[in-house]
Protein backbone atom coordinates (compact mmCIF):
# COMPACT_ATOMS: atom_id res chain seq x y z
CA UNK A 1 0.00 0.00 0.00
CA UNK A 2 2.40 2.36 0.64
CA UNK A 3 5.00 1.41 -2.44
CA UNK A 4 2.27 2.32 -4.55
CA UNK A 5 1.33 5.49 -2.66
CA UNK A 6 4.98 6.92 -3.07
CA UNK A 7 4.85 5.38 -6.34
CA UNK A 8 2.19 7.78 -7.73
CA UNK A 9 3.84 10.98 -6.17
CA UNK A 10 6.81 9.72 -7.69
CA UNK A 11 5.14 9.95 -11.33
CA UNK A 12 3.26 12.74 -10.26
CA UNK A 13 6.69 14.58 -9.31
CA UNK A 14 8.25 13.68 -12.68
CA UNK A 15 5.86 15.24 -14.67
CA UNK A 16 5.66 18.60 -12.46
CA UNK A 17 9.70 18.06 -12.53
CA UNK A 18 9.26 18.20 -16.37
CA UNK A 19 7.34 20.87 -17.30
CA UNK A 20 8.99 22.89 -14.29
CA UNK A 21 12.12 22.37 -16.69
CA UNK A 22 10.82 23.29 -19.91
CA UNK A 23 9.11 26.78 -18.39
CA UNK A 24 12.38 27.79 -17.96
CA UNK A 25 13.97 30.38 -20.17
CA UNK A 26 17.10 29.21 -22.56
CA UNK A 27 18.45 30.43 -25.24
CA UNK A 28 15.96 29.50 -27.35
CA UNK A 29 12.87 30.37 -26.21
CA UNK A 30 11.12 26.74 -25.85
CA UNK A 31 8.03 26.35 -23.83
CA UNK A 32 8.83 29.48 -21.94
CA UNK A 33 6.55 31.67 -24.66
CA UNK A 34 3.06 29.46 -23.54
CA UNK A 35 3.63 30.68 -19.86
CA UNK A 36 2.59 34.39 -21.09
CA UNK A 37 4.56 37.49 -21.34
CA UNK A 38 3.04 39.13 -17.71
CA UNK A 39 5.95 38.62 -15.64
CA UNK A 40 5.04 40.47 -12.40
CA UNK A 41 2.84 37.49 -10.96
CA UNK A 42 6.42 36.17 -10.01
CA UNK A 43 7.95 39.67 -9.15
CA UNK A 44 10.12 42.40 -10.63
CA UNK A 45 12.84 39.88 -12.02
CA UNK A 46 10.13 36.97 -13.76
CA UNK A 47 9.31 33.64 -13.22
CA UNK A 48 13.40 32.49 -13.17
CA UNK A 49 13.72 32.75 -9.97
CA UNK A 50 10.79 30.87 -8.57
CA UNK A 51 11.32 28.13 -11.42
CA UNK A 52 14.69 27.69 -10.61
CA UNK A 53 13.70 27.47 -6.48
CA UNK A 54 10.85 24.87 -7.99
CA UNK A 55 13.20 22.74 -9.69
CA UNK A 56 15.24 22.67 -7.28
CA UNK A 57 12.54 21.77 -4.45
CA UNK A 58 10.79 18.92 -6.77
CA UNK A 59 13.83 17.87 -7.77
CA UNK A 60 15.06 17.25 -4.31
CA UNK A 61 11.53 15.96 -3.66
CA UNK A 62 12.17 13.31 -6.75
CA UNK A 63 15.58 12.75 -4.95
CA UNK A 64 14.14 11.36 -1.72
CA UNK A 65 11.23 9.79 -2.93
CA UNK A 66 13.29 7.67 -5.35
CA UNK A 67 15.41 6.68 -2.32
CA UNK A 68 12.44 5.93 -0.08
CA UNK A 69 11.18 3.54 -2.71
CA UNK A 70 14.67 1.92 -3.73
CA UNK A 71 14.97 1.04 0.46
CA UNK A 72 11.27 -0.10 0.44
CA UNK A 73 11.33 -2.59 -2.62
CA UNK A 74 15.00 -3.80 -0.93
CA UNK A 75 13.94 -4.94 1.83
CA UNK A 76 10.59 -6.57 -0.11
CA UNK A 77 12.81 -8.37 -2.10
CA UNK A 78 14.87 -9.60 0.76
CA UNK A 79 11.91 -11.36 2.51
CA UNK A 80 10.81 -14.53 0.67
CA UNK A 81 7.63 -16.78 0.74
CA UNK A 82 9.72 -19.88 2.37
CA UNK A 83 10.55 -17.35 5.39
CA UNK A 84 6.76 -17.36 6.46
CA UNK A 85 5.99 -20.72 5.59
CA UNK A 86 4.54 -23.03 8.67
CA UNK A 87 5.62 -26.99 8.98
CA UNK A 88 3.17 -28.41 10.54
CA UNK A 89 1.35 -31.54 8.86
CA UNK A 90 -0.43 -34.46 10.69
CA UNK A 91 0.09 -36.86 7.56
CA UNK A 92 1.75 -40.19 8.83
CA UNK A 93 4.11 -41.48 6.41
CA UNK A 94 3.12 -44.61 4.31
CA UNK A 95 4.33 -48.28 5.23
CA UNK A 96 6.86 -49.54 3.19
CA UNK A 97 5.96 -51.64 -0.49
CA UNK A 98 6.59 -54.98 -0.36
CA UNK A 99 10.60 -55.57 -2.28
CA UNK A 100 9.55 -57.71 -5.60
CA UNK A 101 12.65 -59.67 -7.03
CA UNK A 102 12.99 -59.63 -11.07
CA UNK A 103 12.96 -63.57 -11.12
CA UNK A 104 9.92 -63.63 -9.30
CA UNK A 105 8.45 -61.06 -11.76
CA UNK A 106 9.77 -63.40 -14.77
CA UNK A 107 8.37 -66.43 -13.38
CA UNK A 108 4.80 -64.92 -12.69
CA UNK A 109 4.08 -64.18 -16.23
CA UNK A 110 5.82 -67.45 -17.62
CA UNK A 111 3.20 -69.50 -14.99
CA UNK A 112 0.01 -67.28 -16.51
CA UNK A 113 1.24 -68.25 -19.96
Known amino acids: ???SLLLIVQIVLVIILVIAV???KSSSIGLGAYSGSNDSVFGAKG???FLTK?????????LVNTITLGY??????????????????NV???KAAPVVTPAATTEETNSSK
Open 1 to 3: MTT
Open 22 to 24: LLQ
Open 47 to 49: PNG
Open 54 to 62: ATFTIGFLF
Open 72 to 89: MYTQVAQSSVVDAMVEDT
Open 92 to 94: VAP
